[in-house]
T-cell receptor
Framework: KAGVTQTPRYLIKTRGQQVTLSCSPI?????VSWYQQTPGQGLQFLFE???????NKGNFPGRFSGRQFSNSRSEMNVSTLELGDSALYLC???????????FGQGTRLTVV | DAKTTQPNSMESNEEEPVHLPCNHS???????IHWYRQLPSQGPEYVIH???SNVNNRMASLAIAEDRKSSTLILHRATLRDAAVYYC?????????????FGQGTILTVHP
């Protein structure tokens, strides 16, 4: 079956702009989580959505937000981009959020 | 979240067994022990998880100490494809939906 698909794979944005990243989970998976990976901080949890509701949240500012649609696809939005937001953004899906997670290839965001 | 401690790096030769240790002295009774690995330029990949008993799957084995304060991921015959960063993660049962707290992990180098 198809894996987790993230689009776009690469993105370059300017400081102050906003960006929307997309994640399509594995068919049948209802939980979608988002992570930020940087060389300095490693992999950090952003938030998790289940059945269109945010169920868990990490320690990121309100500029980072997300949503989930009825088909379980999820989007993540970052407003007022800062240079420090440059990172690899990873999405993971799982059946209910408490079992093994399957990660996508990620979206590489560069803020200039 | 309870913390884990792993060596920064380990080396192995191809076709030899590899034992990757993880200490988690503050583990609680409901914490599951998960292992993920991340190959270069890819998202993390689920390896194995367990609660109290040793576990085996097609990728690896997980040996859990009787007091659960440590565990060891065993790769029975390392291949070059196993070169990756290995993360040992504690996941609270029933409360940390979708959330994986990654540490720095162990960088495994496999020599031909």
């Amino acid at each position: 079956k198809a894996g987790v698909t993230q689009t776009p794979r690469y993105l370059i944005k300017t400081r102050g702009q906003q960006v929307t990243l997309s994640c399509s989970p594995i068919s049948g998976h209802r939980s979608v989580s988002w992570y930020q990976q940087t060389p300095g901080q490693g992999l950090q949890f952003l938030f998790e959505y289940f059945s269109e509701t945010q169920r868990n949240k990490g320690n990121f500012p309100g500029r980072f937000s997300g949503r989930q649609f009825s088909n379980s696809r999820s989007e993540m939005n970052v407003s007022t981009l800062e240079l420090g937001d440059s990172a690899l953004y990873l999405c993971a899906s799982s059946f209910q959020g408490d079992t093994e997670a399957f990660f996508g290839q990620g979206t590489r965001l560069t803020v200039v | 979240d309870a913390k884990t401690t792993q060596p920064n790096s380990m080396e192995s030769n191809e076709e030899e067994p590899v034992h990757l240790p993880c200490n988690h002295s503050t583990i609680s009774g409901t914490d599951y022990i998960h292992w993920y690995r991340q190959l270069p330029s890819q998202g993390p990949e689920y390896v194995i998880h367990g609660l109290t008993s040793n576990v085996n799957n097609r990728m690896a084995s997980l040996a859990i100490a009787e007091d659960r304060k440590s565990s060891t991921l065993i790769l029975h015959r390392a291949t070059l494809r196993d070169a990756a960063v290995y993360y040992c993660i504690l996941r609270a049962g029933g409360t940390s939906y979708g959330k994986l707290t990654f540490g720095q992990g162990t960088i495994l180098t496999v020599h031909p």
